[in-house]
């Protein structure tokens, strides 16, 4: 083993913090870090490792961004939470501060300046890049108090394109709301071509679209539920097919009987890179939780059956005998064995392992010292405050789960903020 070999086994094991630290060292050593060889070595010897990440609430008010946070993660190695990141220096005197998305390591953010005006940032937090999106040349004066009172437009999407881990574009997507018509209008810029489009898709009427919840984005595609409960919508902004020009219908798996012994109102998240879906069941006086992963968009002759792979149907027994009511709020988007469920009564975070039926309780405490299930250090912010503000009934026909934030999760690499080429 020669000596640039040793180095490389040496940095591999150390954690991102400190590889992007030896990186600016020297030029040597920048290009064995940005090598491929190097990647690869890092990304195979940490595939299982944690990861910080976080979870980010997405309405202005005086909380906290970061409702949970996971710090000290192996990976990365942070000595503070991810949501602390999302502070950076704009160049201009602000009065709101909200986050539309965060995707593959990404965040949009929405700055409302002081006289009003709507201003867009793109950022890589960690390395507190921030790209300012140019608004649409062909918005008026109109339009643009539209977008900031969200009676037209409703700016809710970022959608990625990845390679080898590392992300190569990003797309912002506004929807443009239309009542009553099959048809939709998404506006969408590009970090390809520094540019805005319009593009008109067929998909259900619109009406179902207003006031809708924010989109969850994965592998370039924007889902999202609407209110009629029974299914949700998906769009694929790097699909380039020749159906592109047609949204994607998902019905959930326990779409007809099935629905009437679910417990609570449908929602999806994302977790080992998949839409996942989950609900408890109430049958003949057993509460078993159910989650599905979905594995494809386009349902065949036999519905929606063989959209969906039931991989975890698990008893809820060892909870309920504790006496803990709960409703269940995301699944650890690294590793979908551990979901997140909180309880009304006790004020407390659960998190149940659904392999071995192991949980423990999360209060929050003073010192944010509480050890989670994948090693990493869970934190709280107002995480309280936010689940009572949004307090589910455990009634599922009175629409989808509000629950209103996007997981922020760190990548497994470095990587830089993509920018438009110059013109």
């Given amino acids: ?95 709101k501060l909200l986050v539309l998305a965060c995707t593959d390591g990404l965040v949009l953010l929405y700055v409302e300046a002081t006289d009003g005006s709507p201003i867009y940032y793109v950022g890589n937090p960690l390395f507190q890049e921030w790209f300012r999106i140019p608004l649409p040349p062909f918005l008026s004066s109109q339009d643009l108090e539209r977008l900031r009172t969200y009676e037209r437009y409703n700016d809710s999407g970022l959608v990625t394109k990845m390679q080898s881990g ?101 929602t999806i998240t994302t977790s080992e890179g998949s839409i996942v879906y989950f609900n408890e069941f109430s049958e003949n006086g057993n509460q078993t939780l159910r989650v599905w992963r979905l594995v494809k968009y386009i349902s065949s002759i036999n519905g929606s059956e063989d959209q969906w792979q039931l991989f975890w149907e698990v008893s809820l027994a060892s909870l309920i005998e504790l006496g803990i009511d709960y409703f269940p709020v995301v699944m650890h988007p690294l590793n979908s064995e551990i979901i997140y469920l909180w309880s009304r009564g006790n004020n407390i975070l659960i998190l149940f392992n659904l392999r071995t039926h192991a949980f423990r309780l999360h209060e929050e405490t003073a010192d944010n010292s509480n050890k989670c299930m994948d090693g990493c250090i869970l934190s709280f912010n107002w995480c309280s405050e936010y689940m009572e503000m949004h307090n589910i009934t455990a009634i599922p026909l009175y629409g989808p789960n509000h629950l209103l934030f996007s997981q922020y999760v760190l990548p497994r690499w470095l990587q830089r903020l993509p920018r438009p080429q110059p013109n």
């Avoid at 591999?12 to 290009?31: D, G, H, V, Y």
């Avoid at 940005?34 to 944690?50: G, M």
């Avoid at 679209?209 to 984005?217: D, L, M, R």
């Avoid at 609407?226 to 699909?239: K, Q």
Wanted: glycine share 6%; aromatic share 12%.
């Fill in 166 to 266: 590392i992300v190569l574009s990003y797309k912002v997507v506004w929807l443009m709301i239309t009542r009553y018509a099959a048809k939709v209008d998404f506006t969408i810029y590009s970090s390809d071509t520094g540019t805005w489009e319009t593009r008109n898709v067929t998909c259900i009427d619109s009406v179902v679209w207003y006031g809708t919840h924010k989109s969850i984005a994965l592998n370039g595609i924007l889902h999202w539920i609407h209110d009629t409960i029974s299914s949700f919508i998906a769009y694929d902004f790097y699909g380039g097919h020749d159906d592109d020009r047609l949204c994607s219908i998902v019905d959930f798996p326990d779409t007809g009987e099935v629905q009437e012994l679910l417990r609570f109102r449908r």
């Fill in 1 to 95: 083993m020669d000596i640039q070999e040793m180095v490389m086994e040496v940095l591999a094991r150390l954690p991102l913090k400190s590889i992007a630290r030896f990186r600016s060292t020297s030029r040597t050593w920048k290009l064995l870090i940005d090598s491929d060889v190097f990647r690869d070595n890092f990304i195979s010897r940490n595939s299982s490792s944690s990861i910080s990440w976080s979870i980010i609430q997405m309405q202005p008010h005086k909380l906290t961004l970061e409702i949970i946070g996971h710090h000290g993660c192996k990976t990365w190695g942070l000595t503070r939470s991810p949501g602390s990141l999302m502070s950076f220096f704009v160049e201009r005197a602000i009065k």
